[in-house]
T-cell receptor, first 112, second 112 residues
């Protein structure tokens, strides 16, 4: 039981490049989330998926897109990376939107 | 809107000292409250939670009590260890939307 896994662990991009961050959970959870963590700002919600087949914007969705591929997987895509998207990205999952969220190990992204 | 405020860090303590990290919240309705811990280079781990007023969450010697009258959820530990050095995040879960709102985090450094 690996919990929530994320790939890659670390990535360097040039401005304008695109990439997809992958997230998978093996806890049979219905809800999944993407957060970014910036120094002194805690974690901020980018997008979430309350259940398979649905996605909704969070607090800071601009510049990102998401896909809930199936119940297990939820990906985050940066179409044209910007230096302001340099951050640590965390995926989380929960049984339902009112339940405890469990986090993955994070992806550290540097945009030059 | 809903928000969480934590005491600013860093907090530096000697081993076996008493720890308090203050957390206050603003929210409509009756949110659940959480403490997450992030060890260096790792993701967030759930430390403890409380789902209603006067509940006490506890884990690994840490405790926090949900105080609705003072809108607080302060984290305490009677005797800290070097291994407790980490960043601690207080968070609330909105009961209506299921969105997790984080404080900015408090860094704890415990010296031998």
């Amino acid at each position: 039981n690996a919990g929530v896994t994320q790939t890659p662990k670390f990535q360097v991009l040039k401005t304008g490049q695109s990439m997809t961050l992958q997230c998978a959970q093996d806890m049979n959870h219905n809800s999944m989330y993407w957060y970014r963590q910036d120094p002194g700002m805690g974690l901020r919600l980018i997008y979430y998926s309350a259940s398979e087949g649905t996605t909704d914007k969070g607090e800071v969705p601009n510049g990102y897109n998401v896909s809930r591929l199936n119940k297990r997987e939820f990906s985050l895509r940066l179409e044209s990376a910007a230096p302001s998207q340099t951050s640590v990205y965390f995926c989380a999952s929960s049984a339902g939107t009112k339940e405890t969220q469990y986090f993955g190990p994070g992806t550290r992204l540097l945009v030059l | 809107g809903d928000s969480v405020t934590q005491m600013e860090g860093p907090v530096t303590l000697s081993e076996e000292a008493f720890l308090t990290i203050n957390c206050t919240y603003t929210a409509t309705g009756y949110p659940s409250l959480f403490w997450y811990v992030q060890y260096p280079g790792e993701g967030l781990q759930l430390l403890l939670k409380a789902t209603k007023a006067d509940d006490k969450g506890s884990n690994k010697g840490f405790e926090a009590t949900y105080r609705k009258e003072t809108t607080s959820f302060h984290l305490e530990k009677g005797s800290v260890q070097v291994s407790d050095s980490a960043v601690y995040f207080c968070a609330l879960l909105r009961s209506n939307t299921g969105k997790l709102i984080f404080g900015q985090g408090t860094t704890l450094q415990v010296k031998p």
